[in-house]
């Protein structure tokens, strides 16, 4: 048996030295060492041995067990380091490592909200494209080539017919033209103006536009509306106020503030000690636009009205600068979770 004995640990250390991963590793341990390993085996025939051999074969099997547990556990080490093949092994006794959350960027967090607050009203999400063409961007617009309002929202051309929108007003119309009414959509999405980048403007920012239109709409369903949008994002304590402002697609305009959430409407900085923060542009449907799609402006009125979501966003979460949003600063978009 003692022949049997030196064999046992000769074939284990060449098994041993040609294994790669933790699983031959593991295998190899049941079938030596395991509760029914070869091991095991002899010392249940060591009944047969006689009384002088007993203590001497017993020495050398407890001597081969405790060497080949040591060289087993040297082993581990080794492929836990990586140095007796290129794969290793993933030793899932370690303690996990900790990742840390990801958070939704906050322009995301305003869509997502505004969204879910006129789907609650009664409102459909549409979306579209943002290459567009000039008519549906301006002129079902009521807005004409020649029109001194292209001036401020003058855009990024890629032919004299098609530009990148510059509101998501576009899909007001193609809507119009596709459905009959009643109609109550939202859209929103990225727009792009030739904007000097500041605080307050850049290049490329979020737009969301709503409109309305069925029998008998009027001034007072617009009120209600953005009253109840204005007080479910930025709180029921915020007073609303609504006055005159002019757009060329709707009539009779107004543009639209809400009290300033610092100072509580008393003025301060923020608002330029106002005590109001405008935070969009609203009104009538202009006849015109309505004409444009084939409705019936004797039986039909609606209401539109359009605001930016990083400005929603800056005034909600009391941002200073716009340019903030598109830095990808870890230590500013880990705020909003």
């Given at each position: 048996m003692e022949k049997e004995?030196?064999?046992?640990?000769?074939?284990?250390?060449?098994?041993?030295?040609?294994?790669?991963?933790r699983p031959e590793l593991q295998k190899i341990e049941n079938e030596?060492?395991?509760?029914?390993g070869l091991i095991a085996q002899m010392l249940k025939r060591m009944s047969l041995l006689s009384a002088a051999e007993k203590p001497k074969v017993g020495q050398l099997l407890n001597k081969l067990k405790t060497d080949l547990q040591d060289a087993l556990a040297e082993k581990k080490k080794e492929l836990a380091k990586g140095i007796s093949g290129e794969q290793g092994?993933?030793?899932?006794?370690?303690?996990g490592q900790n990742f840390s959350r990801g958070t939704m960027h906050p322009v995301e967090l305003i869509l997502k909200e505004t969204k879910n607050i006129f789907l609650g009203m009664g409102f459909s999400i549409?979306?579209?494209?943002e290459i567009e063409l000039d008519y549906y961007n301006f002129?079902?617009?009521?807005?004409?080539?020649?029109?001194?309002?292209r001036d401020v929202q003058d855009s990024f051309y890629i032919t004299p017919d098609i530009l990148l929108r510059t509101q998501t007003s576009p899909m007001q119309v193609r809507t119009m033209e596709n459905q009959s009414p009643p109609v109550r959509i939202v859209s929103a999405g990225k727009c792009f103006r030739r904007d000097s980048i500041d605080n307050t403007h850049t290049p490329m920012f979020h737009q969301i536009e709503g409109l309305a239109v069925d029998v008998d709409l009027s001034l007072s369903d617009l009120k209600g509306v953005i009253t109840?949008?204005?007080?479910?994002?930025?709180?029921?304590d915020r007073i609303i106020r609504f006055r005159p402002g002019y757009f060329p697609f709707v009539e009779p305009g107004a543009e639209?503030?809400?009290?300033?959430?610092?100072?509580?409407?008393?003025?301060?900085s923020s608002c330029g000690y106002s005590g109001w923060l405008e935070i969009m542009g609203a009104g009538m449907v202009h006849p015109h636009v309505l004409e444009m799609v084939g409705y019936d402006t004797e039986k039909y009125t609606?209401?539109?009205?359009?605001?930016?979501?990083?400005?929603?966003?800056m005034l909600k979460y009391d941002i200073n600068d716009i340019r903030l949003f598109f830095e990808n600063d870890i230590r500013f978009l880990t705020q909003f979770k």
């Open positions: 004995i030196k064999n046992l640990r000769e074939q284990f250390k060449k098994r041993l030295a040609s294994l790669e991963t030596y060492i395991g509760r029914k092994y993933i030793d899932i006794t370690l303690p549409v979306d579209g494209p002129e079902a617009l009521n807005i004409p080539k020649d029109h001194p309002a109840e949008f204005c007080k479910q994002i930025f709180g029921k639209v503030d809400v009290s300033c959430g610092l100072c509580q409407g008393k003025g301060c609606g209401f539109a009205f359009g605001m930016g979501a990083e400005r929603i966003a």
